[in-house]
């Protein structure tokens, strides 16, 4: 009985042990391309950053490309679970609201904590997107995967019958404001709060897009 006992142990602490070394390696991966820029960030100053062998990186990620898009996933989501944005419980809370003034307020929120997590790394992908053709395509995914996410957006908010302008507006507007630029001009650049940004941000959604009741 101790031998089978012994190999279920020693599985789970090297599966605990290989989950430890990813989050590690996402880490300071998302350090280095923010700090030292993506196309001078080679896999050996993840692994060194990370405290492993630069094995351990291509095993888990198998190149750089693949490091960067896990980081921007992990990024997005704030964690490493496998949960599609639409699916996590702060958007499906988003999409219950029925008031769109209450609804863009908390959307503003909700994507200044988004912006505090992806904006610097958004940022670095696209200074290196001129020079290598990964960072490119990776923006290019990202710009992709946020247009059809605020045409989600404006879809919902359409349906709600309290939409002021047009639904394709409201999703080039959203796609717009959400890319990091302003939030990084406004908080990092003026040193502004994230509370005041947030409470900013819903103010230019609400009196551009809904309807205003007298």
């Not at 605990?16 to 820029?37: M, P, S």
């Not at 001078?40 to 351990?56: L, N």
């Not at 997107?129 to 960072?135: E, F, I, L, N, R």
Request: charged fraction near 25%; hydrophobic fraction near 45%; include cysteine.
């Amino acid at each position: 009985m101790s031998g089978p006992v012994k190999r279920r142990y020693d599985s789970s602490r090297r599966q605990e042990q290989a989950r430890e070394n990813r989050r590690r390696i996402l880490d300071a991966a998302h350090t280095l391309f923010v700090t030292k820029g993506y196309g001078r960030t080679t896999i050996a100053d993840v692994a060194a950053e990370a405290g492993v062998a630069p094995e351990t990186v291509y095993s888990a990620f198998k190149n750089k490309p693949a490091l960067l898009h896990r980081t921007w996933d992990v990024a997005v989501g704030g964690d490493d679970e496998d949960v599609p944005m639409l699916e996590r419980p702060e958007l499906r809370a988003l999409f219950a609201e029925p008031d769109l003034r209450a609804r863009f307020t908390a959307f503003a929120v909700v994507n200044t904590a988004a912006m505090r997590r992806t904006a610097r790394l958004h940022l670095a992908v696209r200074g290196a997107a001129a020079s290598d053709p990964a960072a490119a395509a990776m923006l290019a995914e990202i710009d992709r995967q946020r247009l059809a996410a605020m045409a989600g957006h404006a879809e919902a908010a359409s349906a709600t019958g309290q939409l002021a302008v047009a639904e394709e507006e409201c999703r080039d507007v959203l796609w717009s404001t959400t890319d990091g630029t302003l939030w990084h001009r406004l908080v990092e650049g003026r040193e502004w709060s994230d509370e005041r940004y947030a409470a900013w941000l819903g103010r230019l959604w609400v009196s551009s897009f809904v309807v205003a009741f007298s």
